[in-house]
């Protein structure tokens, strides 16, 4: 037992670690000597068939309460969900910090819904002060705006933050966690749990690799207008200069966020965000041993990444199995009845715009890059066939109010039934859906 709880290269001592390591070795010897102290022979043998069960158990117990991440890595091609390498992909592990990206997540909607705005003020409470670090040391009674929160979130990985933003949105960091495992199971983290908004140790806490791959592709296609953010390489907050924990930010050629995270429990986790020649990719890593080798790591994967997008591309040019047709709009029959001539609807071509049969829509993406949206739809077609037949696929730019173009992918001119039924086969299979009813001035489409 000695040998199993001392030598470097065992188990327990890797698991366990040096304090506790010498803990046991003295606990040893302690018993030991009483061992040796007692005169009743039937006593002492029961004791010393103990000692090796209470061992056991005692470092059964620490290793319940410690950290033995273990490694998992996914690699996710973000145009359209296909996974291009894993590694324990669905073993659930701790998410640490990651935990912020469903934090920011839930924040976001909040600024989307109008609940909060930029520059709103969030009030710090005790629970919020009393936070361990990583904080930004607020006291109770401070204040701090939601644009600041959302700073302090992807750059120092303020737990103290992270509590304002959950009370602020829950009203009791508990409740609001308990929103978050909700909305994390809408977007297809089948594996996660929340009990907190910072992701400060809780045995209860978990995630996987592949499920904060899902998040990360969900906040950048839901919220490209906030996804800046997550490239903030620093932030300065009551004169003090906070740096960005990812440090592939301007060392990796095209990443652009999203978080790190690290708790003894966890070891060193990292999701990471990159985009080269209008493809993105995102891949996770859990357990990392130590910063450096994580990023490192990650520097290894992005690069796979990329080179099998190059290789995937490179099959489907040289494939000579013809790609399924798009689903596209059924022209209306001669006898369908004709527009008034105050509802006639021109485009600028001056060319008459046709009224769909249907109007509700499906939106399956939308994306800084028009290809992109193209593709999404060439799968949610082959995936959704039937239930599209009578839908036209569209992509639609949509320019915000920060100046970003996005491109909206749509399936238009639907039954209410036939898009929610299109939805749960495009969820089925992973793809992002919502269904959305038109307005009036999307209901008209050139034939042309």
Known sequence: MNFLLLTPDSFLFHKVGILDSFICFYLIIYWGEALISLKNYSLKLFIFILIPFALVAGSQFVLSNKSYAGYASIIVDADNGRVLRSRNADTRNFPASLTKIMTLYMTFEALETGRLKMNSRLKVSKRAEGQTPSKLGLKRGDTISVKHSILALVTKSANDVATVLAEALGGTEWEFAQKMTLRARSLGMKKTTFLNASGLPNRRQLSTARDMATLAVAIYNDFPQYYHFFSSKNFRFRGIKHKNHNNLLGFYRGVDGIKTGYTRSSGFNLVASAERSGRRIIAVVFGGKTAKRRDRHMKDLLDKGFSRIVEYDRERKLSKVAQVPLPHFRPLSQGAKTLKETDQIHDKDKTILTRL????????????????????????????????????????????????????????????????????????????????????????????
């Open 357 to 448: 049969e249907g109007h509700w829509a499906i939106q399956v993406g939308a994306f800084r890059n028009e290809n992109s949206a193209s593709r999404i739809l060439r799968r949610a077609g082959r995936v959704a066939a039937q239930t599209l037949e009578n839908g036209v696929a569209t992509v639609t730019s949509v320019t915000l109010k920060n100046g970003i173009v996005l491109y909206r992918a749509r399936f238009s001119g639907l039954k209410l039934l036939s898009a929610k039924r299109a939805c749960v086969a495009l969820k089925v299979s992973e793809i992002p859906c919502v269904v959305v009813r038109l307005e009036r001035s999307e209901i008209y489409i050139s034939l042309k």
